[in-house]
Structures are given as C-alpha cells and as structure tokens.
Nanobody, 121 residues
C-alpha cells in the first residue's frame, strides 16, 4: 500500500508562486498515474491536475490551466505541482492521489492527507 505525504503549502500573496511536493513510499509511482485535488472550506473536493504513468500526458482543470504545472520524478518517487500567478480562489487544502487514467479521466485509488495553501489578496 502506498503512503503519500504532501508538503510545500503555506501562505502566499496573490500573484505569487508555490511548489507542492508529494512523496510516495511503499509503492513506486513509476507505473501509476498521479493527480492533485483541492478542497476549499464549504466546497466539494475538485480535480486540479493529473499526469499519466509515462508522464507523456497531463490534464488540468480549466481554472488552473496555464498557471499550474504537474510533473513527476520517478527516481525520487515524488510528484510536484508548480503553482504560479496564484489567486485568492486557489486557497484550499491540496491533496495528491495515485491512480490511473481511463479514457482521459483520472481515477484515484490512494490519497494523501493534504497541505494547506492560503493565498492572501
């Protein structure tokens, strides 16, 4: 069973950047798709970004397209989410997940605990 631990969250001003990391242990991420989700207070969890097991394809929510970049380092067993031009509406708890892509949609099977991102305006 995989354990996923997120880090890199914090408080940042609008327009700033953060890079989130998700370190996996117990199972290699090499042959799995990985994704990031977020949940703001009072809202449902929403998809942010995902990357296929090969790293050849990435998918993004429209709200973050052009600002966020997902990547994976198989050697470090770590997935990253580079977040630029942050907005107050990006404030949420960000969680990473391991899973697979079916017809271009990411299906998660394991979750991390999450890391808080707060963007001040």
């Amino acid at each position: 069973q995989v354990q996923l631990v997120e880090s890199g969250g914090g408080l940042v001003q609008a327009g700033g950047s953060l890079r989130l990391s998700c370190a996996a242990s117990g199972r290699s991420i090499r042959y799995y798709g990985m994704g990031w989700f977020r949940q703001a207070p009072g809202k449902e969890r929403e998809f942010v970004a995902s990357i296929t097991w090969s790293g050849g394809n990435t998918y993004y929510a429209d709200s973050v397209k052009g600002r966020f970049t997902i990547s994976k380092d198989n050697a470090k067993n770590t997935v990253y989410l580079q977040m630029n031009t942050l907005k107050s509406e990006d404030t949420a708890v960000y969680s990473c997940a391991q899973g697979s892509h079916i017809n271009g949609r990411f299906r998660s099977s394991s979750w991390g605990q999450g890391t808080q991102v707060t963007v001040s305006s």
